[in-house]
């Protein structure tokens, strides 16, 4: 077998794939719910309900562990490698959007003071996620990883 066909038929790689895709898609559909506004750019922004990283390395690791065993080493390194993923997004990312939100308060009390060509652009806020939204994430993308494993 090829190695473009190889990918194409790579279960865990496009489970992992769909499962952030309908994080992403689901991201999208709870903004016009509760706003009721429809704004599709959503789709391709980091940050919100739920966690797309989450629910993609929540796949893999579903994936991996129905197909390979959860004592295999493929279980383990997937397992460690969605950890620092999560851990990522609630820690170092999350912490990030926090001290964003700050920068934007301080760039706006600076503008007011300054006025004269003072005028820097506010910097990206929704970087990490909260502990729920990386929960909901792994719920979603084990489904995928039981969807994909044991019911397709």
């Given amino acids: 077998m090829n190695s473009f066909a190889e990918l194409l038929s790579n279960r865990w790689l496009w489970t992992a794939i769909l499962a952030s895709t309908a994080a992403q898609l689901v991201k999208v559909f709870l903004i016009l719910l509760i706003t009721r506004r429809w704004r599709p750019t959503a789709f391709m922004e980091t940050g919100g309900m739920p966690s797309s ?20 080493a493929t279980f383990a390194i997937s397992s460690v490698f969605a950890l620092i993923v999560m851990y990522d997004a609630t820690g170092v990312r999350h912490a990030s959007g926090q001290q964003g939100a700050l920068l934007n308060e301080l760039i ?37 990883g039981f969807l994909a494993f044991r019911v397709l």
């Fill in 53 to 72: 990283h989450s629910a993609m390395v929540a796949a893999l690791t579903t994936g991996v562990g129905l197909s390979e065993g959860v004592g295999s």
């Fill in 108 to 144: 706006s009390e600076l503008r007011d003071v300054v006025r004269a060509g003072f005028a820097p652009l506010p910097v990206r806020v929704l970087l990490g996620h909260t502990y729920l939204e990386v929960l909901m994430g792994i719920l979603l993308g084990i489904g995928a």
